[in-house]
């Protein structure tokens, strides 16, 4: 069974840090860029920053630029977001989802086009 999923959400209060990771079972994340996504209550989702298979590839959000950073380790299958000085409008499920492209070393990725998706993970900041 193909799947994606996120862990590492949770209550943090404003100023403070959290890492997501999203790991892969049933496929090796080589051949896939991947994004981060976050959906606030009555918003739409949004796109926060992806990785290209390489790994040389990144892109942020405006809102979450110098504040996130994105990494991924093939070897153990997984993508993190780390997520330093949280704001209270960052609060959202999170959800990371995969891309298939043709190459492992690709330095391009995207926010659409996604072929496989995790089920989220809250976070919420808060004081």
């Known amino acids: 069974q193909l799947q994606l999923v996120e862990s590492g959400g949770g209550l943090v209060q404003p100023g403070g840090s959290l890492s997501l990771s999203c790991a892969a079972s049933?496929?090796?994340?080589?051949?896939?860029?991947i994004g981060w996504f976050r959906q606030a209550p009555g918003k739409e989702r949004e796109g926060v920053s992806c990785?290209?298979?390489?790994?040389?590839?990144?892109n942020y959000a405006d809102s979450v630029k110098g504040r996130f950073t994105i990494s991924r380790d093939n070897a153990k299958n997984t993508v993190y977001l780390q997520m330093n000085s949280l704001k209270p409008e960052d609060t959202a499920v999170y959800y990371c989802?995969?891309?298939?492209?043709?190459?492992?070393?690709?330095?391009?990725?995207?926010?659409?086009?996604?072929?496989?998706w995790g089920l989220g993970t809250l976070v919420t900041v808060s004081s």
């Open positions: 049933g496929f090796t994340l080589d051949y896939y860029a």
């Open positions: 990785i290209s298979s390489s790994g040389a590839g990144t």
């Open positions: 989802a995969a891309r298939r492209v043709g190459s492992s070393i690709s330095g391009t990725c995207w926010y659409y086009g996604m072929d496989y």
